[in-house]
């Protein structure tokens, strides 16, 4: 396995500004991630504040045994306890076998900046990976995509799920799991490792009542060794550890409401793009009823309804329901970061590119519980790149990076043009342009007789010009016909490396590469060291 770095070129400005640490994105930040100093300062604020260690370690145990957690994983919660302990946290939904490449990739990121700080600040520095389980959009996570020749095909679990339960209440439907995984298996190709991994899969898939449980063996069997602690925050457990904290931002809605949205706002005009849509009047809370999770709203009158009017409570009745039956509320995208800044002793959050975007207008929710937002690392970033595609990269002359980056459909059209002499394209450009000159004159004469036999003549022409380009057309299919096996190579090429004209981590899961390669290169990625100031590395099977 190699290791390069890769530029990569598409970064959002708000993400390119936050690397360079700009003060028109820093500000809305308590932290610059990138400096050395930044670590020990947070150490000092965390010093100050008081977290229910005890009950919370109790609670990860508990739950990390539900999934049979690896020995290492228990170490670590072990050394949570220990007061000068910390975490670095990241998480994401409980995609189907682990879902995009991107969920390892924040994986790997959590685990080796763990192991950088404890390294460098010699206290306990714990990988924690918050399980998304309180989502409730199942059509996000119910898929994968896996290559079929020059394509990327979805394969969809045909379970249904009705209404909006959270991922962590799903039960999972174990006939449908076993024809999806079935389906997955007959699409790959038949390796050393086909039968231990289908083994694997299928036995995480029977201990497995929901699909994060499913989600969090499946993690545990890659990282077995690294001690990566799960939580879910969809667990009961997990409600009950946050009954104070739900108080504390029932009763500080209208301030992080009202903050967030003007955070919003300046954002904005500053010119910066962020994927979120608050209102000055949104709660931030989900309220369960008939398992679906409703969204919060404040009315005129300050009581919490539901958005379309499922639910009408008093905020006395929102208190009561934080302290007694916490696990009647979730949060949403604006207080989940906050609900784990209060949780968790947290040196350093690692965020994708969209959650350092809406974590930017975060600072207000923040400052209302009286705390600092932590330092937000962007997650590292990886394309995986097979023999067989850097061969064909080679063949044509094509870098990495600008594959990576662009994709090669534009370098397809452009060789292929290029393989008759003179090209094509350019050569029936050059016709219509001649055929244009010489039939002016016929044009001109038209529409000085009469306005129609001008219409007439400019028609005749623009007949002309399809027969051109159908004969074009033609000669291109042909073309294609003949160089097929080369344009297959640029389809790899690109399906590979720039799939659905993204990068490579936001379609393809692991499931090929595990299964032509074991899980051992995903164990020896999360070994490696990397530099957090880079934005992308490419690694070569």
Not at 445 to 450: L, N, V, Y
Request: overall charge negative.
């Amino acid at each position: 396995m190699r290791i390069d770095t890769i530029k990569q070129q598409k970064h959002s400005p708000l993400i390119d500004d936050y690397r360079r640490n700009k003060n028109s994105i820093m500000q809305y930040f308590d932290y610059n991630p990138y400096t050395g100093s930044t670590y020990k300062a947070r150490l000092e604020e965390l010093k100050n504040r008081n977290f229910d260690r005890e009950q919370l370690t109790e609670t990860l145990l508990t739950m990390n045994q539900q999934w049979n957690a690896p020995q290492s994983t228990y170490h670590n919660i072990e050394r949570l306890k220990r007061n000068d302990s910390v975490v670095v946290i990241g998480g994401q939904q409980a995609g189907l076998l682990t879902g995009p490449m991107y969920t390892i990739n924040k994986l790997i990121s959590i685990i080796q900046f763990a192991k950088q700080q404890e390294s460098e600040l010699q206290i306990p520095v714990i990988p924690v990976f918050w399980i998304a389980g309180e989502d409730h959009d199942f059509e996000e996570i119910n898929h994968i995509f896996l290559p079929e020749e020059s394509t990327m095909k979805k394969f969809k679990l045909l379970q249904r799920v009705m209404g909006k339960q959270s991922v962590s209440d799903i039960p999972i439907d174990q006939k449908y799991a076993d024809q999806w995984i079935n389906r997955l298996f007959q699409q790959l190709s038949e390796t050393r490792y086909t039968k231990e991994l289908y083994k694997t899969i299928q036995d995480c898939l029977e201990k497995s009542d929901t699909y994060v449980d499913f989600f969090a063996r499946i993690i545990f069997h890659l990282f077995d060794e690294e001690g990566v602690v799960l939580t879910d925050s969809g667990n009961p457990l997990i409600r009950k550890l946050e009954q104070n904290y739900f108080s504390v931002m029932i009763e500080k809605q209208q301030e992080i409401s009202e903050g967030v949205y003007t955070s919003l706002q300046q954002i904005k005009q500053a010119g910066y793009a962020v994927s979120l849509d608050v209102e000055p009047d949104d709660a931030h809370l989900f309220y369960h009823e008939n398992n679906e999770r409703i969204l919060l709203t404040r009315n005129e009158d300050g009581d919490w309804q539901g958005k379309q009017n499922e639910v009408l409570l008093t905020t006395q009745e929102m208190a009561d329901i934080a302290t007694n039956n916490p696990d009647l509320l979730s949060n949403n995208v604006v207080t989940r970061p906050l609900m784990q800044e209060l949780l968790f002793p947290t040196l350093a959050f690692i965020g994708g590119p969209g959650e350092v975007g809406y974590w930017s207008v975060l600072k207000p929710a923040f400052q209302a519980a009286d705390v600092k937002m932590p330092p937000v690392l962007p997650r590292l970033s990886y394309t995986f790149i097979e023999r067989h595609v850097s061969k064909a990269l080679n063949k044509y002359g094509i870098t990495n990076e600008f594959a990576i980056n662009h994709g090669v459909e534009e370098l397809k059209t452009n060789w292929l043009a290029s393989q008759s002499n003179p090209p094509v394209q350019h050569v029936a450009s050059e016709i219509k342009q001649a055929v244009d000159k010489v039939h002016q004159p016929l044009r001109d004469i038209a529409k000085d007789i009469r306005s129609d036999l001008g219409e007439l003549a400019d028609k005749n022409l623009y007949y002309l010009h399809c027969d051109i380009e159908f004969l074009e057309g033609r000669i291109l299919k042909a073309l294609e016909e003949k160089y097929n096996k080369d344009l297959q190579e640029y389809d790899v090429i690109q399906n590979a490396l720039h799939p659905n004209n993204g990068l490579q981590e936001r379609t393809w899961n692991p499931l090929p590469w595990l299964n032509e390669y074991g899980p051992y290169f995903i164990k020896q990625l999360a070994k490696e060291p990397y530099s957090f100031m880079e934005s992308h590395y490419a690694v070569y099977f």
